[in-house]
């Protein structure tokens, strides 16, 4: 599904609309191609987080899906979203995103169980890592659900106090004491 450039060349951004949806992690910017699928989910801050750029066109339309999805996610109503969506990463980074995308509901994974399901060596953990981190898609592809190996809660694009309330609407951690 994802456009690749040449060795040496970058793939021409397929981004055409975008959206802004609110959530309890705030307002998400959710970009789409001309198909209408998802190219990116960022949150307010996130690293490596998407911008607007001015060819984009501003559309709500494109998203009406997305939204109903999100809003049923945040109402713990929705354990799994089925929204189109297109990445643009190395062969290595769409294995790893898709190893992503089997990662349950209420459950969690290392990076050392995602490098064995791509096929690479525990030694790659730190490759796996990076390919986590440059997740385009938040949220939709669960890369908030990968932990360290010895179970403590590490690097969320995000950030970490996001992980921990996306881990705790799904059940991963108890909820706070009221």
């Known amino acids: 599904m994802s456009e690749r450039a040449r060795p040496g060349e970058r793939a021409a951004d397929p981004t055409a609309y975008w959206t802004r949806v609110e959530s309890p992690l705030g307002a998400l910017l959710l970009t789409a191609d001309a198909e ?10 996130q690293k490596r987080g998407r911008s607007v ?3 984009w066109c501003h ?10 999805q999100l809003d049923a996610y945040f109402a713990a109503e929705l354990k ?3 929204l189109p969506l297109r990445s643009d990463g190395t062969a290595f980074r769409e294995r790893v995103w898709a190893a992503l995308d089997s990662v349950p509901y209420g459950a969690t994974t ?9 096929g690479a060596s525990r030694m790659a953990v730190r490759a796996v ?9 938040l949220i939709l592809r669960p890369c908030h659900r990968v932990i360290g190996a010895d179970g403590t809660l590490t690097g969320y694009a995000g950030g970490l106090d996001r992980k921990v309330r ?13």
Do not use: I, K, Q
């Open 53 to 55: 750029l001015a060819d």
């Open 59 to 68: 559309d709500p339309g494109p998203f009406r899906s997305a939204r109903e």
């Open 80 to 82: 799994e979203f089925t």
């Open 110 to 118: 290392t990076y050392g169980e995602v490098a064995a399901r791509v």
């Open 166 to 178: 996306l881990l705790t609407l799904e059940g991963v951690l108890p909820a706070p004491p009221v």
């Open 36 to 45: 209408g699928a998802l190219t990116s989910l960022s949150v307010p801050g």
């Open 129 to 137: 890592g990076g390919a986590v981190g440059a997740n385009p898609l």
